[in-house]
């Protein structure tokens, strides 16, 4: 048995499982919230558990930017690298480092692995990575598509190729809880994902815009004296399902359009527009599709997002069943009656982080 004690370390809270990598169990989780100091959170949290289990520690890191394909056994130049790498995701990577600091100082002797959302994507071919933009401008600053959900995407992708037997089935993945995006994944290896340089491009999120003409920000700045911050502010927080409908939360928002509230219709209709454009998008660069894949908050739990996202789609073979469409279920499910499978498949990041972790120490 090898016990993995996965760190997911956000701004001000500290999540965290211990768990049996080979059997896939949980031993332990928790959540602490409102942290202001990750180093006394993470005291509070090793005085509950037997540190002396634990075999390994598995630290999730947003941004691996194009250094980090794969997990990585942390060392200072690793750390390092990490927080040269905070300039791509300034939300992220910073309270990340910090859990990692504090728990390579209160377990000094025990490995501990960095597992990089945007690994995942490493293998985008270069026509999907790269933007249009001035090459040198590009390059001198690390411009281009990294992706993200690459924990999830792993996992998932590997379950439905189980599910269907099928090592080489082409998929699209929708990762659809407050933050959203999809993957065109074939074969186990992502080729297209909606999250760009950073996770704000793509899919309508709970309170982020996703996709948006760029010129949009610049004529705020011109006609409205929006500064940097008010501009990210705008498109991170105030956006999305929040700035059309009034609800970040999705079971509220359906909530409010079944009352008849004509934002919060427009809202969901416009977050279904885009999860249809992309899916028909990726079928096309997959050459056809083997599954369609929901996971996550949303995409496991809302019947009603999986069956709009899919009724126009039908000359893709995708058609809902409306009696499993509305089963609950923590397995991997089938959800259609149509030629291509639609599946629900949970997400698991954590056992994910915790599996990668074992890899890298044994050297896989």
Known sequence: MTRVFVLNAGSSSLKYEVLDAEAGSVVTSGLIERV???SAALAEVLAELEAEGIDAVGHRVVHGGSVFARATLIDDEVEAEIDRLAVLAPLHNPPGLQGIRAA???????????????????????????????????????????????????Y??????EFLHNPDARLVVLHLGNGASAAAIAAGRSIDTSMGMTPLEGLVMGTRSGDIDPAVLLHLQRVAGFDTQALDDLVNRSSGLKGLGGHADMRDLLAAADAGDEAAILAFDVY????????????????????????????????????????????????????LNAVRSDEPRIVSSGSVPILVIPTNEELQIARETVAVLRGE
Request: aromatic share 10%.
């Open 156 to 161: 998932v992708s590997a379950q439905a190729a």
């Open 272 to 323: 279904i527009h885009r999860i249809v454009r992309y899916l028909g998008a990726y079928a096309a660069e997959l050459g056809g599709l083997d599954a369609l894949v929901f996971t996550a908050g949303i995409g496991e739990n809302s019947d009603v997002v999986r069956a709009r996202a899919v009724e126009s789609l039908g000359f893709l073979g995708l058609q809902i069943d409306p009696a």
């Open 36 to 38: 202001t100091d990750h």
């Open 104 to 154: 390579r100082a209160a377990l000094p002797f025990i490995p501990h692995v960095a597992v990089f959302d945007t690994a995942f994507h490493a293998t985008l071919p270069a026509a999907a990575f790269t933007y249009a933009l001035d090459a040198q401008v590009a390059a001198a600053h690390g411009i281009r598509r990294y992706g993200f959900h690459g924990t999830s995407y792993k």
